[in-house]
């Protein structure tokens, strides 16, 4: 049977990793950039090359709102696990 106290140090534990691995995800999901070119024929213009995220553009925002909320969560849920350990005065 486990103690009050570890049932906060459990869940302050499970919250902390699931904020850090949601961030470590959605910072590598936007910041990996993809390049594609366009090669012209000989003589008939320029080659192009665009660099976008991989998600695209509209997906990085998307990720990384999604991700935010998700790590504001979690550290709501942190601060009340760790204040739920203090004593009352009373």
């Known amino acids: 049977m486990t103690s009050g106290t570890e049932r906060v140090v459990e869940r302050v534990v499970g919250w902390s990793t699931v904020a850090v691995i949601v961030a ?7 910041m990996v950039q ?14 192009t090359c ?26 709501w849920q942190v601060v ?3 204040r739920s350990a203090e004593p009352v005065d009373g």
């Open 24 to 30: 470590v995800t959605v910072l590598w999901l936007v």
């Open 34 to 47: 993809v390049t594609s070119c366009s090669d012209a024929a000989p003589g008939q213009g320029t080659s």
């Open 80 to 82: 009340r696990a760790a």
């Open 50 to 75: 665009e660099t976008e995220p991989v998600l695209g553009v509209a997906g990085s925002w998307i990720a990384g709102a999604a991700g935010a909320a998700v790590v504001a969560l979690a550290v």
